[in-house]
């Protein structure tokens, strides 16, 4: 069977990792269609090399733009990729500008559409990412689950018999990674922060919290005061906003660096002592390899990190004192047994299984 991926953005081509392997065991025909979302080698280029991904087969080269342009630019680019290769299933990942467009030029031509990590919801209408996650359930022929929590949100959509569990493909990358850097030296970090003394490790990208100056300078600050250092991996698209409101992210107790390549950001969750971020999958990286994460949003797609405080949703760190807020960013690790929330390991076999079997 001819399956085609569509990514575009970072975290697709983590999740793409696993999936590619498993399609291949399976015995599929795989293409993977590189949207060109994101373009920086740090966001992109890194994630082929590390990951062992195969380069892609096409590249639409869509780069960046406002919500509407960059989606359209994809849809429009991936039509006559579709129409040429007319795969048997088209796969679609997570929640971004790419993955509605994708899932929306193969359904309008009438090819299967498989939605990878469906059924999440932050029931906040003002996320472009929830657009994108709702309007791709709703248009795709199989939704991949990566929880029960997820499961449920499809089913009170409607969704239950397009709905099947297969666990969240992010454990089967995050875990091998994780036994892959056992016991080596931690890289990538800024250059002024010793990985063998305590640090936090911080991203902030979401647009809720890097497009609104004054929101943006609050929490640079809550970063910048806390006690010891904070490694923040800056995405391009922080730089980019700190640059045009002229606030400088190198402050206080913030280093900042590059983007980290995956291999790279799983040794530097191991050597934290926690980690401060915004980011979906980062969250659940720092559960599944044991550090607490401090998330700054108001909610999570992810609740199932936060049972027994592992995570903490802490939307506005700069209204807490600076004792409360640094003792929570540091609280010590919970102790007791994590669970397998998020599958076994094992998804994108089961994935892959679900595209022959269950469409
Ligand atoms: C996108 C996803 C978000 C995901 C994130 C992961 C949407 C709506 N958002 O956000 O869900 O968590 O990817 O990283 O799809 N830029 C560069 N180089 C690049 C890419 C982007 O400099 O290679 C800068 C540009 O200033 C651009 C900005 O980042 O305007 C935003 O990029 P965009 O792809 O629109 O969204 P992300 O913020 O990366």
Known sequence: MKVMSVVGARPQLVKLAPMAEALTAAGHEHLIVHTGQHYDADLSDVFFDGLGI??????????SGSHGAQTGAVLAGLDPVLEHTRPDRVLVYGDTNSTLAGALAAVKLGLPVAHLEAGLRSF??????????????????????????????????GLAERTRLVGDVMVDVCLRVRDQVAGAQVRGLPEDVNPRETYLLATLHRAENTDDPERLAALIGALAALPYPVALMAHPRLVDR??????????????????????????????????VTDS?????????????????????????????????????????????????????????????PYGDGRAAARAAAALTEEM
């Open 280 to 340: 979906g999958g980062l969250q659940k990286e720092a559960y599944l390899l044991g550090r607490v994460c401090t998330t700054l949003r108001t909610e999570t797609e992810w609740p199932e990190t936060m049972a027994g405080g592992w995570n903490r949703l802490v939307a506005d760190p700069h209204r807490l004192s600076a004792a409360e807020w640094s003792e929570i960013a540091l609280r010590p690790a919970p102790e007791g047994s994590r669970g397998e």
């Open 242 to 275: 700190a640059e045009r409101q002229g606030l400088k992210l190198q402050q206080g107790a913030i280093r900042v660096g590059r983007p980290l390549p995956y291999a790279a950001m799983v040794g530097a969750v191991l050597g934290s002592a926690g980690v």
């Open 124 to 157: 906040n209408r003002r996320m472009p990412e929830e657009h994108n996650r709702v309007l791709t359930d709703h248009c795709a022929d199989l939704l991949l689950a990566p929880t029960e929590e997820a499961v449920r949100h499809l089913a009170a959509e």
């Open 54 to 63: 195969p380069e892609p087969d096409v590249h639409l080269g869509a780069g």
